[in-house]
């Protein structure tokens, strides 16, 4: 059996109460097909309707005139399926793609390292106006930025880091002790 690669461009009973059809394609060579079955002219008609490249299967049977010697193809259409196949595995056969929500989404070590030291030379501008006149020069804000780099690049998602007051494990209640900021507080 040969395959081609066309449209079907028509399918045609050859007359009343014929049981031929004829299916007419785009191809350069094969240009006609025919069948006498229904369901093959049904699924070929199908196919000009969609207006898909399919992969049509079909059978040459050349004739001979005798009378005239001209010989004529007979090309007679056996399947067709469409270019682009459906997949042969089931939607759960399918991976799912890893989710990509905050908690398990990686960022690159480089790029972590970069943002954690700008948002430690943030913090340490930020306490610039709380810090003694001997430490406000630029390597004293380049140390205090590496170590709130540090600590940010450093610090796991969710942990509860003791920050040293009061002693405790860094919850609310080791505050309780300070009170609670006033304007006067407020550098600026």
């Known amino acids: ?3 081609i690669e066309a449209r ?21 060579r094969i240009k006609t097909l025919e069948t006498k079955y229904r369901e093959r002219a049904e699924e070929a008609f199908s196919l000009q309707k969609s207006g ?10 050349p004739r001979t005139d005798e009378a005239t010697g001209r ?7 056996e399947r067709a399926k469409t270019k682009i196949e459906e997949p042969q595995q089931t939607l759960d056969d399918i991976p799912t ?21 700008a ?17 406000r020069d630029f390597t004293s804000q380049q140390e205090l930025a590496f170590a709130w780099g540090t600590f940010l690049y450093t610090t796991p998602p969710g942990s509860q880091v003791a920050v040293g007051v009061g002693g405790g494990n860094g919850s609310a209640a080791d505050f309780d002790d300070f009170p609670p900021p006033g304007d006067d507080d407020i550098p600026f």
Request: aromatic share 8%; net charge negative.
């Open 97 to 117: 793609e890893e989710s990509s929500s905050p908690s398990t989404r990686k960022t690159d070590p480089a790029d972590a390292w970069r943002m954690s030291l």
């Open 8 to 28: 079907i461009t028509g399918v045609t009973r050859k007359k009343e109460g014929s049981p031929w059809f004829t299916i007419k394609t785009d191809h350069d």
């Open 119 to 135: 948002a430690g030379a943030k913090l340490a501008v930020a306490t610039l106006p709380l810090l003694d006149e001997d430490q």
């Open 52 to 61: 898909e490249v399919a992969i049509i299967e079909f059978s040459s049977n």
């Open 71 to 77: 010989t004529y193809p007979n090309n007679y259409f």
């Open 1 to 3: 059996m040969a395959t």
